[in-house]
């Protein structure tokens, strides 16, 4: 089992609350960025391109706790930037588990072995540690050779430590399905509770424009990666997440399902898409033009198959119908069960 049953339980009974009191719009993940700044210059990423003086900027302890409560979703990611460089970090993870938020802290994991000395193993906390490949692969996406071994040392001490440990795997043009399936089985020998997968979002200020994924091309690559896909492998994300990915159940965003907040703000309309900014939680969800932003209605849009948008609407389905819900169980105890897609797409425009 990937992740804990009081986690499933408390997210289960927190969507299952949002549907009775017939909610459309409700939040299930805050990606809480207290920074941007960060020890690697990947090149397929736009968020370490800010100049030095909002780079240095960092979120208080009182505000990323402010913005948990405000928000009120079970589950808060901490992306960045690298979480660990802000020095108040173990204190915002100790105020958020006094809140009972499940905490996926993001981690390129440099700085993780010399930082567990902070940490406490926690069921509410889990370090989710950056790879996007094997020792090859990773090395040249993250644009600096040593990084996957030190990754993999840092991994190893912290499951020895007894911490939550899981992986994050972000995926681009020219990807070896084989590679990254070996990748899979590395990591579930190494003993990682559960593994994220999600094509790359094309950044406007990435370095690397040539090898973001089209959408053929992600349905192509992931089919190619899941095919007989093998009972040992854990994923802590919807297998509902997994097919649309494979181009075999199609969705529309949910962009309010994970929200940011920042340096700068609340962010709209999503952690990808910076279209401005709000003050407070309320005010990006009622100021928020969610009709103009989708696939087929923002150009920006239109590739992103992205988990942060799409997970929330696979999610939704698991608890919006019996058929949704019966879904997810078969694929979830025989994950190579091809079962009706639906006819109609689920999210941002169903919903509006």
Not at 43 to 69: D, F, M
Not at 106 to 113: F, P, R, S, Y
Not at 128 to 146: A, P
């Amino acid at each position: 089992m990937p992740v804990p049953i009081s986690q499933q339980f408390r997210v289960a009974s927190y969507v299952l609350k949002q549907k009775i009191l017939r909610r459309r719009r409700y939040p299930l993940v805050l990606m809480l960025e207290p920074l941007f700044q960060c020890n690697l210059e990947c090149a397929g990423c736009g968020k370490i391109q800010y100049p030095t003086e909002i780079l240095k900027q960092r979120l208080s302890v009182a505000q990323c706790l402010a913005a948990a409560e405000e928000c009120g979703a079970p589950i808060v990611s901490i992306p960045g930037g690298e979480p660990l460089i802000h020095p108040e970090m173990p204190n915002i993870v100790e105020g958020l588990i006094a809140q009972k938020r499940y905490i996926y802290l993001c981690t390129n994991a440099l700085l993780l072995k010399q930082k567990l000395d902070l940490f406490t193993p926690n069921t509410f906390l889990t370090f989710s540690v950056h790879l996007d490949g094997l020792k090859v692969e990773h090395d040249l996406s993250v644009c600096r050779e040593g990084t996957f071994d030190r990754a993999v040392t840092a991994m190893k001490e912290a499951l020895a430590r007894g911490f939550r440990v899981t992986t994050n795997t972000t995926l681009f043009d020219g990807a070896n399905p084989e590679r990254v399936r070996a990748l899979f089985d590395y990591l579930m020998e190494l003993g990682v509770e559960g593994m994220m997968v999600s094509p790359g979002y094309s950044y406007e200020k990435a370095p690397d424009q040539g090898h973001f994924l089209h959408r053929e091309r992600t349905y192509e690559l992931f089919r190619a990666i899941f095919r007989d896909r093998k009972r040992s492998w854990r994923f802590n994300q919807s297998p509902l997440f997994i097919e649309f990915l494979m181009g075999k159940r199609h969705y529309h965003c949910t962009p309010w399902g994970n929200p940011t907040y920042n340096v700068f703000g609340w962010q709209k309309p999503c952690y990808l898409l910076g279209e401005g900014y709000a003050q407070s939680f309320q005010e990006l969800m009622e100021t928020t033009d969610w009709s103009a932003y989708g696939t087929d209605r923002h150009e920006k849009c239109r590739d992103c198959m992205v988990h942060c948008g799409f997970e929330p609407t696979a999610v939704d389905e698991t608890f919006a119908s019996f058929k949704g819900f019966a879904d997810t169980v078969r694929l979830t105890l025989n994950p190579n069960n091809d079962v009706a897609p639906l006819l109609q797409p689920r999210g941002l425009h169903h919903t509006v």
